[in-house]
């Protein structure tokens, strides 16, 4: 059963286990490989997980002059393939969402690979694993169609491509302010 | 057992040569399942996978919990005991050498014995903590009064837990933190939280609260600052920090005001209810606005959801119970739940989110100045009988109760007390007034401490004895849900280190005790005579056998026999633990916080958690990615108050009390009240906030006052502006 | 008024017309080089070793796939802005030392891990050592002659280069460079293959053809090659004639997948010279200047040309706010997406962003 990487922003309370437990997957070298942000730090203590989305026709795949970038058969874009990186950041100036990390010491681009040794089994991979708000989820496509239902908001506040990203993705994204559409019990 | 909809199979990544050691974090009081990976070849720690399989986190972890094994082979681990020859340099990092076993322990015998001779038995004094099993805290107790005979023991839970204690036995005649297993909560329709920054302090709890709200359920926070689970609160109850009673006590008058009692539950289940009401009568909106600071609206909204809900939840934390009312505060938020019938049931319960790992088993078996194993007292002679008769000496020979953790320091500096032996604590940082604490540990004639890391606390020892972490012992620990679960040994002790239990046993022997602790010889001895210790006891623990907890995944205390499951709910019954077997409602008039605010002093300091560390920070700061995240404290300002004291973001500012003061950079930030500043507690040396704390004792918990006193700031030279490290913490 | 008349030259054009593609005009220069230098090398043809005519034709077959790979492959736009500048840039002073440093001591390598440094040292080396023993003698580009007094004449492209003594210690180098080499490649791939069943990421994204194949080939053409020395020195040659058939047959093969699978990149890190000297040069032309903060991030030239290449993919990343993305720095491009999800302008907000980059 084919499961995705569900992102609901609302939830997230800016503990960044999920960057800690990036770090602690088998090939991803102690090094995280993506961001979480503060809304307004000087505000509120609203944050945001930014992830590799996981684009169905990615920038820096595209963009990358050695075909370093390869796609999985998941869907998951894979960091750039070592022996084939030749450095030239392409891949970091083309992305969107500004997710591609560079190691100028290696001469190399590292990304999210979506833990590919757990998700290729269908393990969740280690940041929906250890989130401890529900921020990050592992859900098969039924449950997903599920929390659109329940989640479903006349102002688009469920979202999976435009506007509010740069267009089709494999992980999928719900927007801040779900709640609203949320009936009270009493 | 209990498992819900967050449950899900899932298996976990086996890589080659490594085995999973299922086993929980060694943190806080949640205590995450995870497994520990071990590579079969070396035998040591290598890495984390969740454990999904753990029906209160199903795998979910926070930053700390992720990179906890790191302690275990940390390059600052303690592998040799350590002496120190030159008194003068205690209370730094110099002058320690490396010992043998035999040299520390004649040493210390030596030490000991001389100025219990010359001083009387009570000279000796043990400052133990909960952040260790339960085996390990029962005989800390028994060493403490058999070994050593001394009177003086007490432990951090003083700092942590003890005014949930004192609360939760006056009100239900019990101590159990939770009334209610954590799978209920998002099952709830209300969650009341009061003084607990849960996103930060218990993140895995998150995922049970939002879910209630997800549902169409309330969540209403009471907490000074706008916490990220304040944040998306459907009412934030901003007080001023040090008035929860008033705040708890005018929620229970609306909550009679309105009908919304429980009046058949309260008539046979409950005391103490006509005297409460009549003082709440004072406690109306408006009176409790004026002092709490939180709009009359809200309060009457808060109220109105608490006592419509059909299940609701209060929980609490160290915001309320580290004051020096925090029993009070305790007793009135149960007072909510009393008043409404909102106990003994599922779904809806009282529960406080116990900071240290085993806060909640830590403190039933004996640490405490006043307590023996069981929750027995050691001013109720058949209870001194019955654990006499286990640890086989005459209750003649059994010491009396002896003072709380911060009055132990106090009789340090009156010389009262002379030796300690410190372990499992870091008061160095943790103690409030730390001027007035690190003088006294200073000026010990004789100090132990027991320690994996050289903590701050340790450099004033004269012998450091290096312990293990908690991966390397197995044992029990009691989780903030009052279940027993078990921790396991993934790799043998580093250096020539041992476990606390160990060392002792030991030292008993040197001390000529050697009769009551020979026969301990593996953790599984002390776990068998501590299960026979706390028969009969209220916290009986008798029944929790190792393989039942590891068959049902854990065991509810009290589980009084081998045939006894548990107990995940308490009072389904309707019958409390006071002797006629009903709960009290408690009559708790107002009292203001010890040091109010003042021209001098016009800001209150409150003190807390960030995400990335633990307690005194001993351990957290010496993790790469938890420093990373987070390497030096902070003031948060609100910037109406910053642009008064024409501070500006990031700038490094002087903040004072009259005990002591600290530099912060600043953080701005409209998560804050107006008339607060908030730091911090985990750094040590001249960064401690402790510096600045009062020492305010609650009068039955003895729990000091950290989350209020009044403070002032001010700007400081620019030159020094900018003398910290670039990175910063948001 | 006249029009404007835009035509090659006549010249060019009727060259260019010759020829069905890039691909065979490539194949046909690129064979016609290598009959003269045999032609050179091997004095009008008369030193050729015809026992090695099996490379030769595996070396045909290869310069095909090879052009035929690499054509597909310049072709997609950013490769193809990559090597039109790269050559531009090539005689840029630094070239020589990124050169060496990406293509002979492969720095780079050693910074991601000793342990791949010392893999990947041994296996590049021990090929390319082969290759240089190996295809000389194959053209004829470089011979032996014997003489009677015990020397051995070095022949270079038909030139008498040295003479070595025949029991010399460099003579034995050039006896056993091949065995030399064969064990270099079995040690690394040895080493390689030890990681592939250790390393959890190498593992999930491992595949057979992509990256066992090569190891496995590689250790073939050196076992054999290493037998064949065995055989003459140990058993009189006997087998000989097979095992070197085998060999033959195992290097033909190699020559043929490299252009396909995972060795592409040998040659393929030329390019990597030239990603370096393009960052080098137009880094200090002209820095772009983000959109939102103001700070310089990379250089015009290839946020410019990352915007086309977008563009021939037909991605477009044109905001409403008048920039495109690749005009902004990462961290302000990561704070816009936040402002996009949030409603708030978090790329505004003047605070430096929290640490994203803790290592575990």
Partial sequence: ?186 | MLRDKFFKEVENVQHPNEKLVKTHCSYCGMQCGMNLRVNTHTNKIIGVEPRYDWPVTVGKMCPKGVTAYQQTNHKDRLLKPLIRDHAELKGTKEGFREASWEEAYNLIAEKFTNLQAQYGKDTLSVFSGVSMTNEKCYLTGKFARVALGTRYIDYNGRFCMSSAAGGFLRSFGVDRGSTLPWTDIHETDCLFIAGSNTAECHPTSMFRVWSVQERGGYLIVADPRETPIARRADVHLDLKPGTDLALANGIAHLLIKKGYMDEAFIQLHTNGFQETKELLKLFTPEYTSKITGVEVEKIIRAAEIYGKAPNAIVMFARGIEQQHKGVDNVSAYTNMALITGKIGRPFSGVATFTGQGNGQGGREHGQKADLLPGYRKLTNPKHVEEVCQVWGITPEEMPKPGVSAYEMFELMEKKEIRGLYLLCSNPAVSAPNLNFVRKAMKQLDFMVCADFYLSESARFADVVLPSVTWSEDEGTVTNLEGRIIKINKAQEPIGVSKPDWQMQVELAKKLGKGAFFEHLKTTRDVAEEFRLASRGGSADYYGATWDKIDQQDGVFWPCRSEDDNGTPHMFLDKKFYHPDGKAKICALPYRPPAEETTMEYPLSLTTGRVVYHYLSGNQTRRIPFLHDMCPDPYVEVHPTTAKAYDINHEEVVRLYTKRGEATYKVKITEAIREDTVFVPYHFGDEDSINLLTIAALDPISRMPEFKVCAAQLSKIATKENGNREEETVY | MPKPILVQPQSIRSYNRAFASHFAKSIFITVILLAVLVFIGTRMFTHLDLNLYGYMVGTLVFIGGFFYRFIAWAERPPTKNLIKKGIRLLFRKSTTKTATNHMVTHQFIWNRGIYRWAQHFLIGWGCILSCFVTFPLVFGWMYFTMEENGYYTVVGMGINLMKVKADGVLSFFFYNALNITAIMVIAGVSMALYRRLKNMQARAEQKFLYDFLPLYMLLLVSVTGLLLTVMNVFFHGKGQPVMSLIHQYSVIITLLYLPFGKLAHIPFRAVSVFAKNYREHYGSQSMKNCRVCGDPFVSTEQSNDVIQILNENDIQFKMQEGFHLAELCLPCRRKYRMSRFSGFNTHEAKVKEANQNAKG
Avoid at chain 1, 36 to 52: E, F, G, H, K, W
Avoid at chain 1, 128 to 154: D, G, R, Y
């Fill in chain 1, 1 to 186: 059963m084919k499961k995705r990487l569900y992102i609901e922003l609302e939830n997230c309370i800016g503990c960044r286990s999920c960057l800690a437990a990036c770090t602690q997957c088998g090939g991803h070298e102690q090094r995280n490989r993506n961001y979480v942000y503060d809304v307004n730090p000087l505000i509120s203590r609203q944050t945001m997980p930014l992830m590799c989305l996981h684009c169905e026709n990615p920038a820096c795949a595209r963009s990358c002059p050695a075909q370093a970038i390869q796609i999985h058969e998941t869907g998951a874009v894979l960091s750039a393939l070592v022996e084939k990186c030749i450095g030239c950041q392409n891949c970091t100036i083309a992305c969107p969402y500004g997710i591609p990390k560079f190691d100028s010491e290696q001469n190399l681009m590292y990304k999210c690979d979506l833990c590919i040794d757990r998700t290729k089994d269908g393990i969740p991979p280690m940041c929906a694993s250890v989130c401890p708000s529900n921020t990050l989820q592992w859900l098969s496509e039924e449950e997903i169609a599920t929390k659109k239902s329940q989640f479903a908001l006349e102002n688009e506040k469920w979202v999976s491509s435009m506007p509010y990203l740069e267009g089709g993705t494999n992980v999928k994204i719900n927007l801040p302010g779900i709640l609203q559409g949320v009936e009270k019990l009493f």
